[in-house]
C-alpha cells in the first residue's frame, strides 16, 4: 500500500506544478495562497523567495529574516514578497488562531490551522512581534 501513496502523492504534486507554472507566467504566483504540500521541496520555493526579496531591498540575503503573520499579509508592511502559504496541519496541539493550546482526548492527531503569511525582512525590522511565528 506504500508504494501506492507515494505514486499519488508524485501525480499530485505533478499536476498541481502545472498551476505553480501558470501563476508565474501570469505573475501572480505571489498574490494568491501558496499551498508548499503541492511542492517537491518548499524549502527552495522559501529560498527562492528569499533571494527575490534581497534583490528588491538591495540588501545582502544573509541581512533578512523571515517575518510570519497569522491572517491575512497586510501585517507584513515592510516586506516587498510576502506570500500567504494554506493547507498548514498541525500535530500533537490545536491552533485557536492566536496560541497553541493542549488536545483533548477526543482531537484529532492533526488538525488544520489558518492561513499563515510570510515574508523576509531585514533583520531586526520586524513588525508585531506578538503575532509570529
Do not use: M, Y
Amino acid at each position: 500500500a506504500a508504494p501506492i501513496h507515494w505514486l499519488r502523492s508524485l501525480v499530485s504534486k505533478t499536476l498541481a506544478l502545472g498551476g505553480w507554472v501558470e501563476r508565474c507566467q501570469n505573475s501572480t504566483l505571489l498574490s494568491s495562497p501558496a499551498d508548499l504540500s503541492e511542492l517537491f521541496n518548499p524549502s527552495v520555493f522559501l529560498n527562492a523567495l528569499r533571494q527575490e526579496s534581497a534583490r528588491r531591498l538591495n540588501l545582502p540575503i544573509n541581512s533578512l529574516e523571515i517575518e510570519s503573520h497569522w491572517g491575512p499579509s497586510s501585517g507584513l508592511s515592510q516586506a516587498k514578497c510576502p506570500v500567504t502559504i494554506e493547507g498548514l496541519t498541525i500535530e500533537g496541539a490545536l491552533f485557536d488562531g492566536h496560541k497553541l493550546v493542549e488536545c483533548s482526548r477526543d482531537s484529532p492527531s492533526n488538525s488544520s490551522i489558518s492561513n499563515c503569511s510570510v515574508a523576509w525582512v531585514p533583520a531586526g525590522k520586524g513588525g508585531n512581534k506578538d503575532n509570529q511565528l
